[in-house]
T-cell receptor, first 110, second 118 residues
Framework: QQPVQSPQAVILREGEDAVINCSSS?????VHWYRQKHGEAPVFLMI?????EQKGHEKISASFNEKKQQSSLYLTASQLSYSGTYFC???????????FGAGTTVTVRA | DAGVIQSPRHEVTEMGQEVTLRCKPI?????LFWYRQTMMRGLELLIY????????DSGMPEDRFSAKMPNASFSTLKIQPSEPRDSAVYFC????????????????FGPGTRLLVL
């Protein structure tokens, strides 16, 4: 079942912060975050594992609340290069498959 | 190292024609995934292979779609006959291990094939 992402879109100015949320109706083993720029392939950002720690990438970090079956991606002091569509992929049953959310489009303006 | 390679990058065809999309995974990766991306449905998993064996094809929309992986370095996704609603970007991704069971492996996506069926 597809996870739900919110918001659908966000517009930021350089240096501003944003939070993207990902919720699942199923228990999760892991959450994977990807960023896709227009016309390109999704690019891996980070993985959060059940029982694992929060992992970061540049000024992008994330958290995973297993009990609430939710993950959040934090964009801190956003840069122009952060623009793109962010997807969360959730793995729920150890079946080696990811279900992707509909994506959150982030636009960072100068 | 070369990443996942897909061909063609763009394909325009007419309804009813056969379409074959090709993928070369990253060497040494055991898992290969085929996805379809559209504005309406987002990123959908069609099928995935482990060591060249199809494991889950529950996402394949219809019998018109078929996928094969004859060896560790090559996979095809075929649509026969193609229809306008098949127009989408098709991604192939590979992973050194399964992304399940709390592994730390992720999927590496190819550049995609943009398919337009007229």
């Amino acid at each position: 079942q597809q996870p739900v992402q919110s918001p659908q879109a966000v517009i930021l100015r350089e240096g501003e912060d944003a939070v993207i949320n990902c919720s699942s109706s199923k228990a999760l083993y892991s959450v994977h975050w990807y960023r896709q720029k227009h016309g390109e392939a999704p690019v891996f950002l980070m993985i959060l594992l059940k029982g694992g720690e929060q992992k970061g990438h540049e000024k992008i970090s994330a958290s995973f609340n297993e009990k609430k079956q939710q993950s959040s991606l934090y964009l801190t002091a956003s840069q122009l290069s952060y623009s793109g569509t962010y997807f969360c992929g959730t793995e729920g049953g150890g079946d080696y498959k990811l279900s992707f959310g509909a994506g959150t489009t982030v636009t960072v303006r100068a | 190292d070369a990443g996942v390679i897909q061909s063609p990058r763009h394909e325009v065809t007419e309804m009813g024609q056969e379409v074959t999309l090709r993928c070369k995974p990253i060497s040494g990766h055991d898992y290969l995934f085929w996805y379809r991306q559209t504005m309406m449905r987002g990123l959908e998993l069609l099928i995935y292979f482990n060591n060249n064996v199809p494991i889950d094809d529950s996402g394949m929309p219809e019998d018109r779609f078929s996928a094969k992986m004859p060896n560790a370095s090559f996979s095809t996704l075929k649509i026969q006959p193609s229809e306008p609603r098949d127009s989408a970007v098709y991604f192939c991704a590979s992973s050194p291990r399964g992304t399940g069971l709390q592994t730390q492996e992720t999927q590496y996506f190819g550049p995609g094939t943009r398919l337009l069926v007229l």
